[in-house]
């Protein structure tokens, strides 16, 4: 069964304090690893898909990066609006099914 | 693009009655919808998949009777919570794919309290 954990669960930082959320995952196969944004009473929304080793993505403020355990999710310089629940998920070759992990939830004071 | 809507957004219902949740992917075609529910604090626990025109496969411990679900086009989902009790109130988020992406794009989410 594929399992993710995410570290820590929640996370208080400083506008402009820079910081990394961590999941680590095992699956079978893996066809891709993903994040979302959730906002409080709202759907995920997409941010990355990883697919292999090695590979990095950017949006704006965030980096995304995975090895063969684990993915870490880079906040540049946070923002008060990058607060947001953050959610990883492992979809595994078998079928589309995304698992995910229990989120951590980053809060950005001005 | 790839967006998801559905209705309702929040719903509330006495015990006993049957609710249903519509999730329409709005302007791709989704081969592939899902169905989640999350429960404060808590993150999100798949209930079924559904392939457009069959049969929804659902998870371990989701009664089938329960939540009715039926995929009959490429953009519309419909998931019918019936017989609702309190123990149903929830937030019920779908999502979608494409054939052509391994991605899921969500839904807002509808809210649903069951009095």
């Known amino acids: 069964e594929d399992q993710v954990t995410q570290s820590p669960e929640a996370l208080r930082l400083q506008e402009g304090e820079s910081s990394s959320l961590n999941c680590s995952y095992t699956?079978?196969?893996?066809?891709?690893l993903f994040w979302y944004r959730q906002d409080p009473g709202k759907g995920p929304e997409f941010l990355f898909t990883l697919y292999s080793a090695g590979e990095e993505k950017e949006k704006e403020r965030l980096k995304a990066t995975l090895t063969k355990k684990e993915s870490f999710l880079h906040i540049t310089a946070p923002k008060p609006e990058d607060s947001a629940t953050y959610l990883c998920a492992v979809q595994g070759l078998s079928d589309y099914k995304l698992s995910f992990g229990a989120g951590t939830t980053v809060t950005v004071r001005a | 693009g790839a967006v998801v809507s559905q209705h309702p957004s929040r719903v509330i219902c006495k015990s006993g009655t049957s609710v249903k949740i519509e999730c329409r992917s709005l302007d791709f075609q989704a081969t592939t919808m899902f169905w989640y529910r999350q429960f404060p604090k808590q993150s999100l626990m798949l209930m079924a998949t559904s392939n457009e025109g069959s049969k929804a496969t659902y998870e371990q411990g989701v009664e089938k009777d329960k939540f009715l679900i039926n995929h009959a086009s490429l953009t519309l989902s419909t998931l019918t919570v019936t017989s609702a009790h309190p123990e149903d109130s929830s937030f019920y988020i779908c999502?979608?794919?494409?054939?052509?992406?391994?991605?899921?794009?969500f839904g807002p989410g509808t809210r649903l309290t069951v009095l």
């Open positions: 999502s979608a794919r494409s054939a052509s992406h391994n991605e899921q794009f």
């Open positions: 699956v079978s196969g893996l066809r891709g």
